[in-house]
């Protein structure tokens, strides 16, 4: 079955500092694939989205990700985190019937003044 | 601003009083899906809707209905809510059902039972 998997439950990072987000993802020929982020009690928010083409996408909030089809991952980047980047992070794919996602588990991100 | 919009934001009921969650979107979208997302997990998919057709995922509880009447409303149905069904309900659309097709979410409402 197609899945997505975030291996980092929790991470905790300095203002001003780099972050990467790291998100796997099994089967697929062509895997559609996205990030979300979710502000605490809110809904979900496209960061970007990978089809095809350049394997580094840019997304909204100074996000980046890299499509690395040798090691089935699509890390999400920032070089400069902001305190309001604080939030849950999701990897998702597309399954190709429905235009239906599918979650990886999340990363909460907490950042430190 | 084009949108999708949940009320109410928070819902309290009591275990195994019928509840009605609402969505409606501005986005004119073809596709409208409903999604459970539970306490410290990834969103799952109940159902959607393409135009009128329901597409129920299959491990979706019978307890979970839902309806459309129209194109921009959409309406969850818990019929007998358990302590289990206590989560955040996020509504969703789509344009069409491509694979390329963005969703949108709304902010998602938060259910209580008690």
């Known amino acids: 079955a197609q899945s997505v998997t975030q291996p980092d439950i929790h991470i905790t990072v300095s203002e001003g500092a780099s972050l990467e987000l790291r998100c796997n993802y099994s089967?697929?020929?062509?895997?559609?694939l996205f990030w979300y982020v979710q502000s605490p009690g809110q809904g979900l928010q496209l960061l970007l989205k990978?089809?095809?083409?350049?394997?580094l996408v840019q997304g909204i909030k100074g996000f980046e990700a890299e499509f690395k089809r040798s090691q089935s991952s699509f890390n999400l980047r920032k070089p400069s985190v902001h305190w309001s980047d604080a939030a849950e992070y999701f990897c998702?794919?597309?399954?190709?019937?429905?235009?239906?996602?599918?979650f990886g588990g999340g990363t909460r991100v907490l950042v430190k003044p | 601003d084009a949108m999708v919009i949940q009320n109410p934001r928070y819902q309290v009921t009591q275990f195994g009083k019928p509840v009605t969650l609402s969505c409606s979107q501005t986005l004119n979208h073809n596709v409208m899906y409903w999604y459970q997302q539970k306490s410290s997990q990834a969103p799952k998919l109940l159902f959607h809707y393409y135009d009128k057709d329901f597409n129920n995922e299959a491990d979706t509880p019978d307890n979970f209905q839902s309806r459309r009447p129209n194109t921009s409303f959409c309406f969850l149905d818990i019929r007998s809510p358990g302590l289990g069904d206590a989560a955040m309900y996020l509504c969703?659309?789509?344009?069409?059902?491509?694979?390329?097709?963005?969703?949108?979410f709304g902010p998602g409402t938060r259910l209580t039972v008690l």
């Open positions: 990978y089809f095809s083409g350049d394997t």
């Open positions: 969703a659309t789509s344009k069409e059902a491509r694979l390329t097709n963005e969703q949108f």
């Open positions: 089967y697929g020929a062509t895997p559609y």
């Open positions: 998702a794919r597309i399954k190709a019937a429905g235009n239906k996602l599918t």
